[in-house]
């Protein structure tokens, strides 16, 4: 069995960049092996400067998909990515380990495979999840994003700390002499 290369994990590695920002090629292919996305293909070819300046684009294009205004601005700008970075799908088997689908040709350079997981991941997130899964940190001082992978879909918080101290927040203005 082949995982799906462009579910959760792509979503994932978008807000891994956007928090943690790579700021070498090395960085970048470092990123990628972690997430899982597609590593093996980021592995066995050189990361260059131009796909770290690639990726950035497609991060800052994503960052308007999370904070877009209203269900169809979110939608729009993620047709526009998915124009700008995908193609129709193919089955492909390049790796030898099982037929499964690309919304890329198999050799393109690593910043558009990234931006072409990326645009996909969070078209194929939104879509079956839910149209509102992304978003900031709704800590005061944190603006952080997340990608909600909650069984709820309730997720307002970068992470279980911020929810933490947002909740002792509440908590001590609703206590009196707190």
């Keep these: ?61 994503w960052l308007q998909v999370v904070d877009a205004a209203d269900e169809q601005t979110r939608v729009e700008l993620v047709n526009a990515m998915l124009a700008k970075y995908t193609e129709h799908p193919r089955l492909t088997n390049h790796a030898g380990d099982g037929w499964h689908v690309h919304y890329r040709p198999d050799h393109v350079p690593v910043g558009r495979l990234v931006a072409t997981l990326i645009s996909t991941g969070t078209a194929l997130h939104l879509a079956g999840r839910g149209i509102t899964r992304l978003g900031r940190c709704a800590t005061a001082g944190c603006d952080n994003v997340y990608a909600d992978l909650s069984r709820t879909g309730r997720q307002r918080y970068c992470s279980p700390a911020c929810a933490n101290r947002d909740a002792v927040r509440r908590h001590r203005a609703r206590t009196p002499g707190a």
């Design 1 to 61: 069995m082949h995982l799906n290369p462009y579910g959760a994990d792509a979503v994932l590695l978008a807000v891994n960049l956007v928090t943690r920002p790579a700021h070498t090629p090395e960085e970048l292919a470092e990123r990628c092996e972690e997430s899982g996305v597609e590593s093996r293909l980021v592995r066995d070819r050189q990361v260059t400067a131009a796909d770290l300046a690639a990726v950035r684009i497609a991060l800052d294009e």
